[in-house]
C-alpha cells in the first residue's frame, strides 16, 4: 500500500512538471513577439525547441514509470541533456556582446557661438542621407550613425556603428534590436543627435511591428533624454499602411 500511495505521488509530481512546462511554453508562444524583441527570432526560436525539448523529457519519465525499459529509463536524461544543450546555446548568444568602442563627437562646423541646432529634440523621418544637410541639422550636436553603408559616413569622418552579420569591431547584428536600443539610449542626450541608416535592412531581418516598436522606443527615450534621432527612409521602401504608421509617430523633415 505504501509503495502504490508512493507511485501515485510520483505519477502526480510528474502530471504537474509537465503541466508547468507546457504552460511556460504556452506563455512563450503568446508573448512571442516580446520575446523576439529581447533576444532576436532565432534564440527565441531555440528557447522555444529546447523548452519543448524539456516537455518531451517530462513525458518519457512518465513513460518510464508506466512501461519500465532500458530505452524509457535513460531516454529522459538524453532529452533533458539535449535541451540543456539547446537553451544553454541560446543564452550564449543572447549574452553575447559584439564589442563597440565608437562614441559619437562633435563635427566642424561653422556654426557660430550663439547658433543653435536647426531642429530640437525628438525623433524625424528623413527621405534621403544628404551628409550636408544632416551636419547642418545637427551642427553644434555630437553625431553617431548607425548604417548599413559605413564608406559614406568614413568619407563624411562621421563616427558609426555598422549593422551587419559580420563579427567585427563597432559593428551589431541585425537582429540584435534590444542591444541596438540599449547602445542609443545609453550614449543618447540633448548634446547628441542620432542619424539611423539602416531601417529597411532591420525590417528586412527582423519584421515590421519588431522594428516599429523599437523605433517607437527610441522616440520615448529621445524626448526624454531630450536627444535627437533622425530615422533615414525611402517611402517607396514600405507598403503605404507601414509608411502612414511611421508618419504618425514622427516628423517628416522635408
Not at 513513460?63 to 529522459?76: P, W
Not at 519588431?210 to 533624454?225: E, G, H, I
Request: proline share 2%; aromatic share 8%; net charge negative.
Amino acid at each position: 500500500m505504501v509503495l502504490q500511495n508512493t507511485q501515485l505521488i510520483q505519477w502526480a509530481v510528474d502530471i504537474l512538471e509537465l503541466i508547468g512546462l507546457t504552460l511556460m511554453v504556452i506563455i512563450l508562444n503568446k508573448f512571442k513577439e516580446e520575446f523576439v524583441f529581447l533576444f532576436g527570432k532565432r534564440n527565441t526560436k531555440l528557447l522555444m525547441i529546447g523548452l519543448g525539448v524539456i516537455v518531451l523529457s517530462s513525458i518519457a519519465d512518465i513513460l518510464n514509470e508506466i512501461v519500465k525499459t532500458t530505452l524509457t529509463n535513460v531516454l529522459d536524461d538524453i532529452l533533458l541533456i539535449i535541451a540543456v544543450g539547446i537553451i544553454s546555446y541560446g543564452l550564449y548568444s543572447v549574452g553575447k556582446r559584439t564589442q563597440i568602442e565608437v562614441s559619437p563627437y562633435t563635427m566642424s562646423s561653422n556654426m557660430t557661438k550663439n547658433e543653435i541646432t536647426a531642429i530640437s529634440e525628438g525623433t524625424y523621418l528623413y527621405p534621403t542621407t544628404d551628409i550636408e544637410r544632416v551636419l547642418k541639422l545637427l551642427r553644434g550636436k555630437k553625431i553617431l550613425a548607425i548604417t548599413r553603408d559605413p564608406k559614406k559616413f568614413e568619407e563624411a569622418n562621421i563616427p558609426y556603428i555598422w549593422v551587419t552579420k559580420a563579427d567585427t569591431k563597432n559593428s551589431i547584428h541585425p537582429r540584435n534590436l534590444a542591444q541596438l536600443l540599449q547602445h542609443i539610449i545609453d550614449i543618447l542626450d540633448e548634446n547628441t543627435g542620432i542619424l539611423l541608416d539602416c531601417v529597411e535592412y532591420l525590417i528586412l531581418e527582423n519584421d515590421f511591428t519588431s522594428v516599429f516598436k523599437f523605433l517607437t522606443t527610441l522616440k520615448d527615450y529621445a524626448l526624454q533624454k531630450k536627444g535627437i534621432v533622425i530615422i533615414v527612409l525611402e517611402k517607396d521602401a514600405l507598403e503605404d499602411k507601414e509608411y502612414k504608421l511611421l508618419e504618425r509617430e514622427f516628423f517628416l523633415l522635408e
